[in-house]
């Protein structure tokens, strides 16, 4: 049974920084790219950061590029989003998912297959 457990959220003040971690469990890890996404009250789900399957590419929507960096630890199975700079428009929550690295389009959640039960992020102005 494929698991993904997300941790890290909270509450910070705009400035601050957090760290979202996504642990992975029955699945072979470096088999998947993985993904953040994110969704606002109101909001459609949106694409935030990815990473293919050994971390040499990276993709960042628009609105996090030199904030945001998302890094992996196959060795933990583990998926890292660093978040700083946060801003109240961050404000959501977080979710990681796994898609099967030949067939993922990685802004495109509908090629994940995989997804965390998400973690709220809130940053207070």
């Known amino acids: 049974q494929v698991q993904l457990v997300e941790s890290g959220g909270g509450l910070v003040q705009a400035g601050g920084s957090l760290r979202l971690s996504c642990a992975a469990s029955?699945?072979?890890?470096?088999?998947?790219?993985m993904g953040w996404f994110r969704q606002a009250p109101g909001k459609e789900r949106e694409f935030v950061a990815a990473i293919s399957w050994g971390g040499g590419s990276k993709y960042y929507t628009d609105s996090v590029k030199g904030r945001f960096t998302i890094s992996r630890d196959n060795a933990k199975n583990t998926v890292y989003l660093q978040m700083n700079s946060l801003k109240p428009e961050d404000t959501a929550v977080y979710y990681c998912?796994?898609?099967?690295?030949?067939?993922?389009?990685?802004?495109?959640?509908?090629?994940?297959?995989?997804w965390g039960q998400g973690t709220q992020v809130t940053v207070s102005s």
């Open positions: 998912a796994a898609g099967v690295s030949f067939r993922v389009r990685y802004s495109d959640s509908g090629t994940y297959g995989y």
């Open positions: 029955g699945l072979t890890f470096a088999n998947y790219a």
